[in-house]
């Protein structure tokens, strides 16, 4: 079984601050593990996954993420947010010995950058 | 390249009709898959296709049958719709890379069905 926590319904943060959103994971074996973002009346695009090998993995539009093993998170990060960073956010999870490609995705996160 | 396509956009149906919504990719990709989206449960699988020619149950296949047309195409059906499928719905897709399922899903821009 696969599953993932997002503890934040919401973010907020100013114009220019770090932003972080949280996620945490549960498998049986190893993960997958991937962020997404949705803008409004869109569908989900994927902005970075973390596979193997080093832990901070870099993504799209400045993104990065942060994978913890012991913590069993994953948390989405970006050092200087912009208004454009609104939207809602999607962790996922793939367990590596699964033998299809199914995610278990997370309940979301909707963050706002305020100017 | 358009990537995933959706159709239709919106769609409101009355309790009991049919409908069918479609999803083509033009990736070539070999597994495609249902999910819908409501507010506060993320994104749940409805059924999906590893490959062309099979289908399996995600976690809520209740009310829903789905066709893997071919290679491009992959169909969700309503067959008596419920105000309880009022929701969002994407259609994704997929192909292993290098025989190891760490790939992204690709997602269309979903459907918006209301049922009264």
């Known amino acids: 079984a696969q599953s993932v926590a997002q503890p934040e319904d919401q973010v907020n943060v100013a114009e220019g601050n770090p932003l972080t959103v949280k996620c945490t994971y549960s498998v049986s074996g190893n993960p997958y593990l991937f962020w997404y973002v949705q803008y409004p009346n869109r569908g989900l695009q994927f902005l970075l996954k973390?596979?193997?090998?080093?832990?901070l993995v870099k993504g799209s539009y400045g993104f990065e993420a942060e994978f913890n093993k012991s913590q069993t998170s994953f948390h989405l990060k970006k050092p200087s947010a912009l208004v454009s960073d609104s939207a809602l956010y999607f962790c996922a999870v793939r367990d590596i010995d699964a033998g299809d490609y199914k995610l278990s995705f997370g309940a979301g996160t909707t963050v706002t950058v305020r100017a | 390249n358009a990537g995933v396509t959706q159709t239709p956009k919106f769609q409101v149906l009355k309790t009991g009709q049919s409908m069918t919504l479609q999803c083509a990719q033009d990736m070539n990709h070999n597994s495609m898959y249902w999910y819908r989206q409501d507010p506060g449960m993320g994104l749940r699988l409805i059924y999906y296709s590893a490959s062309e020619g099979t289908t399996d149950k995600g976690e809520v296949p209740n009310g829903y049958n789905v066709s893997r047309l071919n290679k491009r195409e992959f169909s969700l059906r309503l067959e008596s719709a419920a105000p309880s499928q009022t929701s969002v719905y994407f259609c994704?897709?997929?192909?292993?890379?290098?025989?190891?399922?760490?790939?992204?899903?690709?997602f269309g821009n979903g459907t918006r069905l209301t049922v009264t």
């Open positions: 994704a897709s997929t192909s292993p890379r290098g025989g190891k399922n760490n790939s992204p899903l690709h």
């Open positions: 973390y596979i193997t090998g080093d832990n």
